[in-house]
């Protein structure tokens, strides 16, 4: 049986490198012939969680973000060697709470990830973070 | 390159037009842009993004802080010319309830 292609990329934690990784995703979903919409669906996730993994980790090494193309799917795993979170703390934000408020504007990234992919799940510890999200081809998120 | 291209009163309606990535500089520059108008009175803010094809959360969340500005105004934020994900990271965020999105400035401008 002949192994899966896949993409390994190597991020440094610097301003907008994020943008790496969506260019990345394009050219994997383009040969993957993945509709326009999914390719957008796939790149704001990414953002989301190369975010995640830049700032709210405290990882002070590098992230790494594997694609792996399959014939029905694609699962990209973004790797952190950062503090780890749990998820038990994280709250589904709501704009009606944050406006006129001192909440906080910002945590939206793992609601917008849900919402985008078809699958996603989270390993965490202390030793760092592994966010495993699938794309479908054919299904959609809906 | 991400900034703010271009500033201008058409109108009663603060059109900010912007080029490139909205992330946390560009959310900074488009309230700094709007602030300006604010504090001389303005209260209708249209951004025209037809330019940006690509967010992030942080930048959407400076967004909000403009929306409850021109709450406090009476005022409105819209947008124009957004790229069907950035229309969708709206939606999920719930910015479209506070904000109308528009296919073209012109449509937006007529109905602010």
């Given at each position: 049986?002949s192994?899966?292609?896949?993409?390994?990329?190597?991020?440094?934690?610097?301003?907008?490198?994020e943008?790496?990784?969506?260019?990345?995703?394009?050219?994997?979903?383009?040969?993957?012939?993945?509709?326009?919409e999914?390719?957008?669906e796939i790149?704001?996730?990414?953002?989301?969680?190369?975010?995640?993994?830049?700032?709210?980790?405290?990882?002070?090494?590098?992230?790494?973000?594997?694609?792996?193309?399959?014939?029905?799917?694609?699962?990209?795993?973004?790797?952190?060697?950062?503090?780890?979170?749990?998820?038990?703390?994280v709250?589904?934000?709501?704009?009606?709470?944050?406006?006129?408020?001192?909440?906080?504007?910002?945590?939206?990234?793992?609601?917008l990830?849900?919402?985008?992919?078809?699958?996603?799940?989270?390993?965490?510890?202390?030793?760092?973070?592994?966010?495993?999200?699938?794309?479908?081809?054919?299904?959609?998120?809906? | 390159?991400?900034k703010?291209?271009?500033?201008e009163?058409?109108?009663?309606?603060?059109?900010?037009?912007?080029?490139?990535?909205?992330?946390?500089?560009?959310?900074?520059?488009?309230?700094n842009?709007?602030?300006?108008?604010?504090?001389?009175?303005?209260?209708?803010?249209?951004?025209n993004?037809?330019?940006?094809?690509?967010?992030?959360?942080?930048g959407?969340?400076?967004?909000?802080?403009?929306?409850e500005?021109?709450?406090?105004?009476?005022?409105?934020?819209?947008?124009?010319?957004?790229?069907?994900?950035?229309?969708?990271?709206?939606?999920?965020?719930?910015?479209?309830?506070?904000c109308?999105?528009?296919a073209?400035?012109?449509e937006?401008?007529?109905?602010?």
């Amino acid at each position: 049986m002949s192994k899966k292609p896949s993409v390994e990329l190597k991020l440094p934690i610097l301003k907008d490198m994020e943008l790496v990784a969506t260019q990345t995703a394009e050219i994997v979903a383009k040969h993957m012939d993945l509709s326009e919409e999914k390719t957008g669906e796939i790149s704001m996730a990414l953002i989301e969680a190369c975010i995640n993994a830049f700032e709210h980790s405290e990882s002070k090494s590098e992230v790494y973000i594997d694609f792996l193309i399959e014939e029905d799917q694609l699962t990209i795993k973004v790797i952190d060697k950062g503090k780890g979170f749990d998820q038990s703390n994280v709250k589904i934000p709501k704009i009606e709470s944050k406006l006129n408020s001192d909440e906080r504007k910002r945590g939206w990234g793992i609601m917008l990830i849900k919402e985008l992919m078809d699958s996603v799940d989270f390993e965490s510890d202390h030793t760092g973070t592994t966010l495993t999200m699938i794309k479908k081809k054919e299904a959609t998120n809906e | 390159m991400n900034k703010v291209t271009n500033v201008e009163l058409i109108g009663e309606v603060v059109v900010i037009t912007t080029e490139g990535y909205l992330n946390k500089d560009l959310g900074d520059e488009i309230q700094n842009s709007a602030q300006e108008h604010i504090s001389n009175g303005k209260n209708k803010v249209l951004i025209n993004l037809e330019r940006s094809n690509i967010v992030n959360s942080i930048g959407a969340s400076i967004l909000i802080e403009l929306i409850e500005q021109l709450q406090e105004k009476d005022g409105s934020l819209a947008f124009c010319g957004l790229a069907p994900i950035i229309e969708k990271t709206f939606k999920i965020m719930g910015l479209t309830k506070y904000c109308e999105s528009f296919a073209t400035q012109d449509e937006a401008v007529a109905a602010m």
